[in-house]
């Protein structure tokens, strides 16, 4: 480290006696190597005769709800179908940084996928404001976007402002959730349990909302239709198959995710 250090003439770590982090040149260079190292690991898997076959190490990432509910019970055919993947999967609400070499592919719900990334739409995360009977019956039922104002919020600290698409075009709702959590689950039960007003993914509350749970409110409106569920991956020359194959079997089991269900 300290002879290329000397080499490029500037400091790529900062060093301390307890801990180590790049500095803003490192972190670019780190940026760019990355990739590279992904084309020589993809380059050698071609020569080598392995890049046909769906086999070896598989990481992937996806946010806690969705994962639990809609990535993980597609898990077990995949694996019966390609028994030499040696899949992990971590669920996280967290920002997972992918061009560290850590993980191989994440599902993201969004409507960017990030600077530098590949992203493969899967499936339309329709969402739609919904709040509790309970909630509704004590504060009342909002006319219009406007009366959101007066009325408790709920999300996630990266969620708002709320991006809505109704008769009016699309409208930016600024606000403040009334309580601050980094966990999509925790919304859901808040709202579940009358704390206020949330902008769900019918894929999260489509249940609630069909025995009565929660209830649907300013129909006219939902969130952005920008909004998408991805798979995404760094930049490759060519995605080993056993990520090919995955994203197509993720994107098979998604299908009609985005129905209603009548709702």
Same mark, same amino acid.
């Given at each position: 480290?300290?002879?290329?250090?000397?080499?490029?003439?500037?400091?790529?770590?900062?060093?301390?006696?307890?801990?180590?982090?790049?500095?803003?040149?490192?972190?670019?260079?780190?940026?760019?190597?990355?990739?590279?190292?992904?084309?020589?690991?993809?380059?050698?898997?071609?020569?080598?005769?392995?890049?046909?076959?769906?086999?070896?190490?598989?990481?992937?990432?996806?946010?806690?709800?969705?994962?639990?509910?809609?990535?993980?019970?597609?898990?077990?055919?995949?694996?019966?179908?390609?028994?030499?993947?040696?899949?992990?999967?971590?669920?996280?609400?967290?920002? !997972?940084?992918? /061009?560290?070499?850590?993980?191989? #592919?994440?599902?993201?719900?969004? @409507?960017?996928? &990030?600077?530098?990334? +590949? %992203?493969?739409?899967?499936?339309?995360?329709?969402?739609?404001?919904?709040?509790?009977?309970?909630?509704?019956?004590?504060?009342?039922?909002?006319?219009?976007?406007?009366?959101?104002?007066?009325?408790?919020?709920?999300?996630?600290?990266?969620?708002?402002?709320?991006?809505?698409?109704?008769?009016?075009?699309?409208?930016?709702?600024?606000?403040?959730?009334?309580?601050?959590?980094?966990?999509?689950?925790?919304?859901?039960?808040?709202?579940?349990?009358?704390?206020?007003?949330?902008?769900?993914?019918?894929?999260? !509350?489509?249940? /609630?909302?069909?025995?009565?749970? #929660?209830?649907?409110?300013?129909? @006219?409106?939902? &969130?952005?239709?920008? +909004? %998408?569920?991805?798979?995404?991956?760094?930049?490759?020359?060519?995605?080993?198959?056993?990520?090919?194959?995955?994203?197509?079997?993720?994107?098979?089991?998604?299908?009609?995710?985005?129905?209603?269900?009548?709702?």
């Amino acid at each position: 480290l300290v002879r290329l250090e000397q080499r490029l003439g500037t400091r790529l770590v900062h060093r301390t006696t307890r801990r180590m982090a790049p500095t803003s040149a490192g972190q670019d260079l780190l940026g760019a190597l990355l990739p590279l190292r992904a084309a020589l690991r993809e380059a050698e898997d071609r020569i080598a005769g392995k890049q046909a076959e769906i086999g070896g190490p598989l990481r992937i990432t996806a946010p806690t709800s969705f994962g639990r509910m809609h990535v993980v019970p597609h898990l077990p055919a995949f694996l019966e179908r390609h028994p030499e993947v040696d899949l992990a999967i971590d669920l996280s609400d967290e920002f !997972v940084d992918l /061009m560290d070499g850590n993980y191989d #592919l994440a599902i993201r719900i969004g @409507a960017r996928i &990030g600077g530098g990334l +590949v %992203g493969h739409r899967l499936a339309t995360s329709n969402r739609v404001l919904c709040a509790a009977p309970a909630y509704l019956d004590r504060f009342g039922l909002p006319a219009g976007i406007a009366d959101l104002t007066r009325h408790r919020l709920l999300a996630t600290e990266r969620q708002l402002p709320w991006h809505l698409d109704g008769p009016e075009g699309t409208v930016i709702h600024h606000g403040r959730s009334a309580v601050r959590t980094n966990s999509s689950e925790v919304v859901r039960e808040l709202a579940v349990g009358g704390c206020g007003i949330a902008l769900r993914s019918i894929w999260d !509350v489509a249940d /609630m909302l069909a025995s009565g749970a #929660l209830r649907r409110i300013l129909p @006219a409106w939902r &969130g952005s239709r920008e +909004v %998408g569920i991805f798979a995404v991956h760094p930049p490759a020359p060519a995605l080993p198959a056993r990520v090919r194959a995955l994203m197509d079997h993720l994107q098979d089991g998604l299908r009609g995710l985005e129905v209603t269900r009548g709702i």
